[in-house]
Each structure stands twice: as structure tokens, then as C-alpha cells.
């Protein structure tokens, strides 16, 4: 970011709701053998195509709406669901496979949350659901991993494993979301190309170095305190990732519409610097800031750091008093300051007010610098000069040079130019 906060902390201890992990890959990926492998490491396991067969059950109400719909030609001489007449029927039909999942989405969304709500306190619940990507369930949980493997081994495992005859295995995965759409959804691919050692160590490295940790701060609302890492070039997936975040966010804020934003350095094309996605959420006030959107986001993984925050810019309003507790934060912007319980993803998010000068300032220097290639190159020049002369293992204070000050001046003169409005 282009300034710097202020704070004075105090202990905080909340009680946070279980890490909700998504599992997603296409038809042939191995799915199943990567939550196979979680569930002997000790996550709880709520499958989805169990689930789908329970709500389709001899004598359940959505057997018959499957009935219904699709008439007495999907049951079995015993009076269950035929499976393959009906994946026969709607797999090489989009509307007739449509009805279906108006029949059975909800089911299993219901029971999904039954088994939610069971869970301990404590744990790790996965939820491997074949069409989270398809259905747009990827906001509804903290992680979404995503088993990635080439078709042409996919294809050879559902002629061996299933019996599928080839033109059946590519219609099944053509009907299914493909490995781009899948990947912009995943906040974790796990490539299952080759043996199954290799995966069962990806699988063992997840559970230990993130899905452990991130429950446990999930749990107490804590920040992850993992180094951020400072990039040498800017990591072309940041918009991408924030797209994920802000729909997570917009998910967890629900009733409340605010507008969200990408701003700091990952937000500007072509900046590197540290590997930390900021995100500003506008908000009416400070305290609708500190009502129940602050629980919510908690739960969500993204707990508010304790104590009071403000942004204080060198330049117009002056730079705040660090590390004085007396301090009232009037000689800065004060706002709410949550942070990510993920190690494995550094996130900031930035309560502030709608048009206040905090709110108004993170939107100008962002679209200045969007806008202006030659400022940009000068911020990029700036910022590694800086990182270049600070002490090994110490963070440059950017907002500490007086050229900050000057852009900022730059910035303004750029806006009444191009009647820039936020």
C-alpha cells in the first residue's frame, strides 16, 4: 500500500466456525483418491455423490421428482434410481440435465449443511462435490482445491477403472467445466499426473502446512503471521486472485451489497512488490464496520486485527504517531483493518468509509498509476531502490520517502486534469 497504519493492540480470542474446504476435479482426475487420503489424516468428509445417491433413495421424495420428470424408464427392475439410463438421458441432453439438477442441487445442499453443522468444533470438513466449479459453490467455502490431470490420462483411467467406452468418457468430460475454468476457482491445484505416492505427498503437505493451520486461526480469528514474500516481478494471477477473495468476501457480507475493490500494488498491472492482495470494502460507517460484517468476515477466514487502524499519508494530513497508545488517530484516516487466517494466501481488507479521504486516496493512486506507464516505472524504481538499501530481513517503508509525497501531489494534478471521479 502507499501508506502506512497505526495500532495499539489488545488480546481478542473469538470462537470462529470450522475450515469449509471445497474439493473439485473433472471426471478421471482422482478426486476421490486425494479425499480418500485426507480423510485418513483426519478431515471430515462430506461427499456429495453419496449424498446425491441418499436423496434419490428407494422411497425419497426426490426419486419421485425424479420420476416425475424423466418418467419410469430411470428405475430399475427393484425399483431404484437406473443410473446409467438416466446419465444416458441427460448427458447428451443440457435441458434434460438441468431438470435434474433443479431436482437434486438442493437436496444435497440441505443434507450438505446437516452434516456441516455436525461436524466438531475443530475440524477440517471437505466437501468433495464434482460440480463446484459448475454450480458456482466456490465462494461458499474458505479453500477450493482443485485436482488437475491431463485428459489423455483421464481418459485411460475411465476406460480402465469404469469401463467407459471413449466417445462416453469425452461426452462426460466435455459436459463438466473445463481445466481453465476449474483453475481460475482453485486456491489450490493439486497435479495427479503421475503415482500415487506423488499425490498422497501433496496431499500430506496440505493438510500439514495449511489446512491445519488455517482451522486453527479460522477457529481463534487469527491472523496467519506467515513472511510475506517480497516479489522481484509482479505475479500475473493477482486480478485473478482477488476475483476469488472478493467473491468469498461479497459471499460472507450477504445481505449487505457494498462495494468491493482491488487496490495496493497488486491491484496496477506491471508493479512487483509484496505478495499481499489488498482489498477495500466501503462501508456507510465505522460502526456498520464494527457490527455483524466484522463476525462475518471473521468466519469467512479474514479476522479483524484488534485495536484501532488508520492510514496516515505524509502528505495533506501528516503522519500518524506510531506505536502511541494515547493517540487518537485524529492526525490520520481511521478505518477497520482485517487481515487473512490463511497461510497460505497474505490478504488485507480495508474497511472504509464511503468518500472519505482513506477510501478516495487507495482509488486515486491505484488509477494513476494504471493510467500513467512512466509514473509506474517510476513507483517500480523507487520501490526496489528502496528494497535494495534496507537492512537484510527488514521491510522497505515506502510511504516513509519523500517521493510518495510528491505523487501523491502528481496523482491529484492527474485527476482535476482528467476529471477522475472515484
Known amino acids: 500500500m502507499w501508506w502506512v497504519g497505526v495500532v495499539w493492540r489488545t488480546p481478542i480470542r473469538l470462537t470462529g466456525s470450522v475450515l469449509r474446504v471445497g474439493l473439485t476435479g473433472g471426471i478421471g482426475s482422482g478426486k476421490s483418491a486425494v479425499a480418500a487420503r485426507l480423510a485418513a489424516l483426519g478431515a471430515v468428509i462430506v461427499d456429495s455423490d453419496r449424498i446425491a445417491r441418499e436423496v434419490v433413495a428407494p422411497g425419497s421424495d426426490g426419486l419421485a421428482a425424479v420420476v416425475a420428470a424423466f418418467s419410469d424408464r430411470v428405475l430399475a427392475a427393484d425399483g431404484t434410481l437406473d443410473r446409467a439410463a438416466l446419465g444416458a438421458l441427460v448427458f ?6 438441468h431438470r435434474l439438477e433443479e431436482i437434486t442441487h438442493p437436496r444435497v445442499r440441505a443434507r450438505s449443511a446437516e452434516l456441516f453443522a455436525a461436524a466438531p468444533p475443530d475440524a477440517v ?12 459453490l466456490a465462494p461458499t467455502y474458505h479453500l477450493v482445491v482443485v485436482v488437475r490431470t491431463a485428459v489423455a490420462t483421464r481418459l485411460q483411467r475411465l476406460a480402465r477403472d469404469r469401463g467407459m467406452s471413449r466417445a462416453e468418457a469425452e461426452r462426460r468430460i ?21 503415482g500415487l505416492d506423488d499425490l498422497h505427498a501433496a496431499v500430506d503437505a496440505l493438510w500439514r502446512d495449511r489446512l491445519l493451520p488455517y482451522e486453527r486461526n479460522v477457529r481463534e480469528h487469527r491472523v496467519a503471521g506467515e513472511p510475506v514474500v517480497v516479489r522481484p516481478e509482479p505475479d500475473p494471477t493477482w486480478p485473478q486472485q482477488y476475483a476469488r477473495l472478493a467473491a468469498r468476501i461479497r459471499h460472507a457480507l450477504a445481505p449487505a451489497d457494498l ?3 482491488h487496490v495496493g500494488s497488486t491491484a496496477v ?23 455483524p460484517l466484522a463476525q462475518r468476515l471473521a468466519d469467512a477466514g479474514f479476522p479483524r486485527l484488534p485495536g484501532r487502524w488508520w492510514d496516515c ?18 492526525d490520520g484516516w481511521e478505518k477497520r483493518w482485517h487481515g487473512s487466517a490463511d497461510p497460505g494466501r ?23 498509476l494504471r493510467a500513467d ?23 522497505a517503508d515506502t510511504a516513509a520517502d519523500p517521493w510518495f509525497d510528491e505523487e501523491y501531489l502528481r496523482a491529484e494534478a492527474w485527476a482535476a486534469q482528467t476529471g477522475w471521479r472515484p
Do not use: F, I
Open 92 to 97: 447428451a441432453d443440457g435441458a434434460a440435465r
Open 125 to 136: 470438513v471437505v466437501n468433495d462435490v464434482p460440480l463446484l466449479v459448475e454450480v458456482g
Open 174 to 194: 466435455a459436459a463438466q467445466a473445463d481445466d481453465a475454468r476449474r483453475a481460475a476457482a482453485a486456491d489450490v491445484l493439486l497435479d495427479n499426473d503421475g
Open 259 to 261: 462495494r468491493l475493490d
Open 269 to 291: 498491472p506491471g508493479l512487483a512488490g509484496r505478495d499481499v492482495v489488498d482489498v477495500q470494502v466501503t462501508v456507510p460507517s465505522l460502526a456498520e464496520a464494527d457490527g
Open 313 to 330: 499519508p505524509r502528505t495533506a494530513v501528516g503522519r500518524g504517531r506510531a506505536g502511541d497508545e494515547g493517540g487518537t488517530g485524529d
Open 346 to 368: 497474505a490478504v488485507q481488507v480495508h474497511l472504509r468509509v464511503a468518500g472519505s479521504p482513506g477510501w478516495r486516496h487507495a482509488l486515486l493512486m491505484r488509477d494513476h
Open 373 to 395: 506507464p512512466d509514473r509506474r516505472a517510476a513507483y517500480l524504481l523507487v520501490k526496489r531502490e528502496l528494497a535494495a538499501s534496507a537492512p537484510a530481513g527488514v521491510e
